[in-house]
C-alpha cells in the first residue's frame, strides 16, 4: 500500500497540478489545507481523485456565492475534516481545524463573543430572515470562522496529524491555542497553509513536541515533510523570523 499523503497549499482555483502530482505519485490520500476557490463543482474539478481527497475551509472559501456553493453544495463536500477525526486506509487517523479566528467571534486568548454559529445568528438582529440578503455576506463569511464549540470539541480527541488553515506559533501570525489544541490531541504533526510561506520549523520541533509544516502557494508537501512541488513563493518567503515557541 502506498501511504503517501499530499497536503496541497492555497490553491487559489488552480487544481492541474494538484492532479498531475496525484497521477504521478499514487498517494494514498490528497488532504486541500483551505482557499481552493473552486471555479466550479469541486466533485468535477477533483473527479480523478476524488475518493482519496479530504479537506479544509479556508477564508477565501466563502469570499463569494458562487466558490462557497461550488464546495459546500458539491459531491466533495462530505470530504471536509472541519472538526473530525477520519481514519485512513493505514490506520493514521486525521483531523482539521479549518477557517481563521475573526475578533468578532473569538482572537484567543481573548474570551470568545459567540460560542458557535448557531449562537452567533441568534444573534443577529430580530427579524433579519425579513432581510436576508442584509445578512447574506456575514453568513456566508463565518462558514470559515473558528467558534469555540468546534475547537473545544476537537480538543477532546486524538489524532496523529492535525491540518490547519491557520497557523500556530511559532509562526509570527500563528495563534498559541492551536499549540495548545495539537497537544490536547497529542499529535504528532501539524500541517498549515493560509500564509503562502514555508517557514523552517525543525528547530523547533523538540520544546514543541510534533512537527510542523507550512505549505506554500499551491506548494505540496509529503507526509514526511517533503517538498513535492515548491510554492510559488517560497523563495521568496520561506525565511519566515520565527517566534520564540
Not at 111 to 117: L, N, Q, R, T
Request: charged share 25%; with cysteine.
Amino acid at each position: 500500500m502506498n501511504t503517501e499523503i499530499l497536503f496541497c497549499g492555497d490553491a487559489h482555483g488552480e487544481f492541474a497540478h494538484i492532479l498531475a502530482a496525484a497521477e504521478r505519485l499514487m498517494p494514498m490520500t490528497v488532504v486541500l489545507l483551505g482557499d481552493m476557490e473552486f471555479p466550479r463543482p469541486a466533485h468535477l474539478e477533483l473527479a480523478p481523485i476524488r475518493e482519496i481527497t479530504y479537506f479544509v475551509i479556508g477564508n477565501h472559501d466563502t469570499d463569494t456565492a458562487e466558490s462557497w456553493a461550488n464546495l459546500s453544495e458539491s459531491d466533495l463536500s462530505d470530504r471536509c475534516i472541519d472538526g473530525r477525526v477520519v481514519t485512513l486506509p493505514d490506520g493514521t487517523r486525521v483531523t482539521g481545524l479549518g477557517g481563521v479566528f475573526r475578533a468578532k467571534v473569538w482572537a484567543p486568548p481573548s474570551e470568545p463573543v459567540h460560542e458557535s454559529y448557531d449562537a452567533w445568528e441568534r444573534s443577529l438582529a430580530r427579524g433579519w430572515q425579513k432581510r436576508e440578503t442584509q445578512f447574506a455576506v456575514q453568513r456566508r463569511t463565518h462558514r470559515s470562522t473558528i467558534f469555540p464549540n468546534a475547537y473545544e470539541r476537537l480538543a477532546s480527541e486524538h489524532a496523529d496529524i492535525l491540518v490547519l488553515h491557520e497557523a500556530p506559533e511559532p509562526h509570527p501570525h500563528g495563534w498559541s491555542a492551536l499549540n495548545e489544541l495539537a497537544r490536547a490531541m497529542d499529535v504528532r504533526q501539524v500541517i498549515h497553509g493560509h500564509h503562502h510561506d514555508r517557514p523552517d520549523y525543525e528547530p523547533y520541533w523538540r520544546e514543541l513536541g510534533y512537527e510542523v509544516h507550512g505549505v506554500g502557494l499551491r506548494g505540496i508537501t509529503g507526509r514526511d515533510g517533503a517538498v513535492i512541488r515548491p510554492g510559488e513563493l517560497d523563495d521568496a518567503r520561506a525565511r519566515v523570523r520565527l517566534l520564540q515557541p
